[in-house]
């Protein structure tokens, strides 16, 4: 599936996919841990928000919510109305350099192709600000394929396995602070990790 094919499987399935998702859970509560290590007035970008419910809604407020998908968006400007809604590409995000206090990536970046998430974790720090902070889905596997009838659908999963990932982000300029084994939204255990940005000398 390219871009285009994904944009439009997540307009297909949003609605779905937020009724059965778990709104509230141990991922979602992670985020209070990332909150507790940033600054006052922090702004925080969550990049593949959705519907909002599970991450966004969490979040300061103001916070900018990313989706590719203006259906995803559409219910999160309900679910989260103080929220600052975006629509674009986690591979060039809409966003000045050096701007943002951290990022926010629930189960995102494995719907881009292997070979582009580099690139991804490149624009996380292109726009993070020095010690900015990450905190992301670590996908344990390596796969790439197409799931038919994923919340009534078809929809693409990706990712180069956990060590590459974690060698990936470290590349882009992160520190790998910690990784926590949390619920996820369809109530399976998931690995997150905890980032920060290398601060330039």
């Known amino acids: 599936m390219d871009r285009r094919a994904v944009r439009r499987a997540w307009d297909e399935v949003a609605e779905t996919y937020a009724r059965r998702r ?45 989706d590719v998908s203006r259906a995803g968006l559409d219910l999160a400007r309900t679910t989260v109305q103080a929220a600052r809604l975006v629509h674009g590409e986690m591979t060039a995000l809409p966003l000045h350099d050096d701007t943002v206090d951290a990022i926010t990536a ?3 970046v494995f719907h881009v192709p292997r070979a582009d998430h580099p690139a991804v974790y490149r624009e996380f720090a292109r726009v993070l600000r020095p010690d900015g902070r990450l905190l992301m889905t670590l996908p344990s596997g390596r796969f790439q394929t197409v799931r038919s009838g994923w919340m009534g659908g078809r929809m693409f999963f990706s990712a180069p396995g956990r060590a590459t990932t974690l060698q990936q982000l470290r590349e882009a300029g992160f520190v790998v602070d910690r990784t926590v084994t949390a619920d996820d939204p369809l109530g399976s255990g998931t690995e997150f990790v905890f980032a920060t940005l290398t601060a330039d000398d």
């Open 22 to 66: 778990d709104p509230t859970g141990s991922d979602a509560a992670l985020i209070d841990d990332l909150i507790a290590e940033l600054p006052p007035a922090a702004l925080v970008v969550d990049v593949g928000c959705g519907d909002g419910a599970r991450t966004l809604a969490n979040l300061p407020l103001g916070s900018i919510g990313l």
């Open 106 to 108: 629930y189960h995102a």
